[in-house]
């Protein structure tokens, strides 16, 4: 975790999902600010993912120790667990579109938008069926167009893996 989060701390975002239990979720890592705002559709205590924020921390806390001078970071995250994003229907297990829904509306995707005009197209509500088929066919698309094909931005050739050397 502490050399991917070196090789990204020219972002400004670091996004997160992560898969627990059957559920998934989405952490967003502020690399400016020391903020890991917690992205849940089913909106799960603090607690449920304590097993990952706290190896978040030991690693962030090491890396505002190699990185002195560079921001004004706190030495530990500050943890967001009540963003209100939308919520997941009682009996369904659409969270992973939710998680694929947060990343596309949360990058920008080219356009000129700002964060809070972002985070705000994500309400309280329930997804309707129309919208997470929208997300599925988005997702589908983006698989087949960035990912198996070669011209694709994220094809496995190795390209995206390149970064900082290691420091441990």
Known sequence: M??????????SYIFIPYNFGYHW?????????????????MRNPKSAIQHIIDPLNRVWKK??????GRG?????????MDY??????????????YVCDYLHIMT??????DEETRMSQMGDEC???????AVCEQLAGFILNEILDPRG???PDGHIYRGLPSTS
């Open 127 to 133: 997804y309707s069926t129309d919208r997470i088929n």
């Open 84 to 97: 209100p994003c939308a919520r997941q229907q009682q009996g369904t297990n659409w969270c992973g579109y």
């Open 153 to 155: 931005e994220f094809y």
């Open 63 to 68: 890396f505002v120790k190699n990185n002195k």
């Open 2 to 11: 502490y050399d991917s989060l070196t090789r990204q701390s020219y972002k």
């Open 108 to 113: 920008p995707c080219g356009k000129a938008t």
């Open 72 to 80: 004004q970071w706190r030495p530990e995250l500050n943890v967001n």
């Open 25 to 41: 979720i989405l952490l967003i890592l502020s690399i400016e600010t020391g903020n890991l705002t917690v992205f849940d559709s």
